[in-house]
Each structure stands twice: as C-alpha cells, then as structure tokens.
C-alpha cells in the first residue's frame, strides 16, 4: 500500500511564497517519478513538474523560471518552492508517484493567491 500525502498548501498575496511538500509512505521501494500537478476551479489538471530517479527537474510552462521543484534525499519526499505567485496560480496542487509501474496521486492542497 502506498500513501501520498501534500501538505503545505494556504492563502498568500500576489508575489508571495509558499513551499509545498509531498511524502510517499508504505511500500514505496521502486518510486521512478514524483511530479506535480495543479488544478484550478472549472480547468483541466496541468502538469508542473516533475523529477525523475537521477534525473534533471522538469517543468511546465507556467512553472518555468518561478517554481523549484526538488526531492528530498531519500527519495520518498518531493517539494515545490512556489515563488512570485499570481492569481491564476491558485489551484488545488497534487502530488504524483509512479511507484513499481503503478500511480498514485495524493488529495491535494489548496494555493490560493489573493490580489
């Protein structure tokens, strides 16, 4: 069984910060990707970024140049540094782990950034 579970979520004003976090739990030998993903209210879920076993970071568009992604050194925890955040950046923000070929998504948390 495996666990994802966000955290780190909350209510910021337009050019703030926020870091989010992402444990994986339970039998999670074998985790090859944890990403992030974002959904907004009424919108399809958009990738963010993602990081790979021994891999460079990967981003999406709306991330590239103002979010961090990185993983802890065990390697079951990812993070997201959130920086200079705008209105249409407030979403729900889920993790992602692709774990021996199966995936798992945790319940999200909210970002919202209020103008």
């Known amino acids: 069984q495996v666990q994802v579970m966000e955290s780190g979520g909350g209510l910021v004003d337009v050019g703030g910060s926020l870091r989010l976090s992402c444990a994986v739990s339970?039998?999670?030998?074998?985790?090859?990707?944890m990403a992030w993903y974002r959904q907004a209210p009424g919108k399809q879920r958009e990738f963010v970024a993602r990081?790979?076993?021994?891999?460079?970071?990967d981003y999406g568009d709306s991330a590239k140049g103002r979010f961090r992604v990185s993983r802890g050194r065990a390697q079951d925890t990812l993070y997201l540094q959130l920086s200079d955040l705008q209105p249409e950046d407030t979403a729900t923000y889920y993790c992602f782990a692709s774990v021996r070929g199966h995936d798992f998504w945790g319940q999200g948390t909210q970002v919202t950034v209020s103008s």
């Open positions: 990081m790979s076993d021994g891999g460079s970071p």
């Open positions: 339970g039998s999670i030998w074998g985790t090859r990707v």
